[in-house]
C-alpha cells in the first residue's frame, strides 16, 4: 500500500509539472506584440498609459487630442497595433524591430498622428488622433525602435515618426479643464528616456489562434 501511494503521488507531482511547463510554454511562446493586438501603452518614466478620447484640442490644429492618463482601468486608453497605409502586416504575425505601423485608437477609430503643430503646453510638436474608421494619411505612420529583431512585450521600445522623425515623448506637463491631471503626449526629436513605451494590458492576437488575455483584461 505504501508503495502504490507513493506512486500515486509522484504521478499526481508529474502531473502538475507538466501542466505548469505547458503554461510556462504557452506564454513564453507569445511574449512578442502582433500585428492587430490591441494593447495599452505605458511610458515607463511618467508612469502614464498613452489615452485619447473625443475631445478636440483648443488649440493647433484642432484635432482629437491624446493625452498620458495614470489610470490602468480607462477603456480609452486601448489601442490597435496595424500595418501601414498599403502595406503587409499579417494578422498575429510578429511586429518586427524596425516596422512602420499605424497605432489606432479603439473608441473612436482615428489613428496616432503628428504634425507640425506646436503641441499646447511645452511647445513641443503637437500629438494628435487623426482620421475616419481606422484610415488617416502618411502621418499616421510610426517606426517601432527596439533592441532586438521582433517587438517583445516585456520591452521598452521607442515610436518614431515616419514623417517629421519626431519621437512619440511625454514630458510630464498636466492639462487643467476639461482633462485635468492627464499629461501631455507630443513629438520630441531627440531620444531620451521620456520617449520609452512598454505594452501592458491588452489582447495579444496570435497566428490562427484565439487571442491571448494578458492580465486578464476583459472587453
Given at each position: 500500500m505504501g508503495l502504490i501511494h507513493a506512486l500515486r503521488g509522484?504521478?499526481?507531482?508529474?502531473?502538475v509539472v507538466l501542466l505548469w511547463s505547458k503554461c510556462q510554454g504557452r506564454e513564453s511562446e507569445f511574449n512578442?506584440?502582433?500585428c492587430g493586438s490591441?494593447?495599452?501603452l505605458l511610458n515607463t518614466r511618467h508612469n502614464v498609459r498613452l489615452h485619447s478620447h473625443d475631445v478636440k484640442y483648443g488649440s493647433g490644429s484642432g484635432q482629437q487630442s491624446v493625452t498620458g492618463v495614470e489610470s490602468a482601468d480607462d477603456a480609452n486608453s486601448y489601442w490597435r497595433i496595424r500595418g501601414k497605409p498599403n502595406g503587409t502586416c499579417q494578422r498575429g504575425v510578429p511586429i518586427?524591430?524596425?516596422q512602420a505601423i499605424r497605432i489606432t485608437h479603439m473608441t473612436t477609430?482615428?489613428?496616432l498622428h503628428t504634425h507640425h503643430f506646436s503641441s499646447p503646453l511645452s511647445n513641443n510638436q503637437e500629438v494628435s488622433?487623426?482620421?475616419e474608421n481606422g484610415e488617416g494619411d502618411d502621418l499616421d505612420v510610426w517606426r517601432v525602435q527596439c533592441d532586438g529583431s521582433i517587438w517583445e512585450r516585456d520591452e521598452a521600445v521607442r515610436f518614431k515618426h515616419v514623417g517629421t522623425d519626431a519621437f512619440l515623448t511625454v514630458t510630464g506637463e498636466q492639462y487643467g479643464h476639461p482633462i485635468r491631471g492627464q499629461r501631455e503626449v507630443h513629438g520630441m526629436g531627440t531620444a531620451n528616456q521620456n520617449n520609452y513605451w512598454k505594452a501592458m494590458e491588452?489582447?495579444?492576437?496570435q497566428p490562427s489562434q484565439e487571442p491571448l488575455r494578458h492580465?486578464?483584461?476583459e472587453f
Open positions: 509522484f504521478i499526481k507531482s508529474f502531473l512578442y506584440v502582433t490591441l494593447v495599452k518586427q524591430c524596425g477609430g482615428r489613428n488622433a487623426f482620421g491588452g489582447v495579444f492576437i492580465n486578464h483584461e
